[in-house]
């Protein structure tokens, strides 16, 4: 399993997100960076900090 902390990124928040895969992780964490932080594009750099935090567990 892959876990990545949103805190890592945007630091307060608490959300964390557990998937098979990186993939979804991604799946999760992007809607919920639009919902909640108003990110609405996920850049290159953002996916690269974000697939640099994603641990397995
Ligand atoms: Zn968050």
């Given at each position: 399993?892959?876990?990545?902390?949103?805190?890592?990124?945007i630091?307060?928040?608490?959300?964390?997100?557990?998937?098979?895969?990186?993939?979804?992780i991604?799946?999760?964490?992007?809607?919920?960076?639009?919902?909640?932080h108003?990110?609405?594009?996920?850049t290159?750099?953002?996916?690269a900090?974000?697939?640099?935090?994603?641990?397995?567990?």
């Amino acid at each position: 399993m892959k876990r990545f902390a949103c805190g890592d990124v945007i630091p307060g928040c608490n959300a964390t997100f557990t998937a098979a895969d990186e993939a979804g992780i991604f799946a999760q964490a992007v809607p919920h960076a639009a919902a909640e932080h108003g990110i609405d594009e996920v850049t290159p750099e953002l996916e690269a900090t974000v697939r640099s935090l994603i641990s397995t567990v």
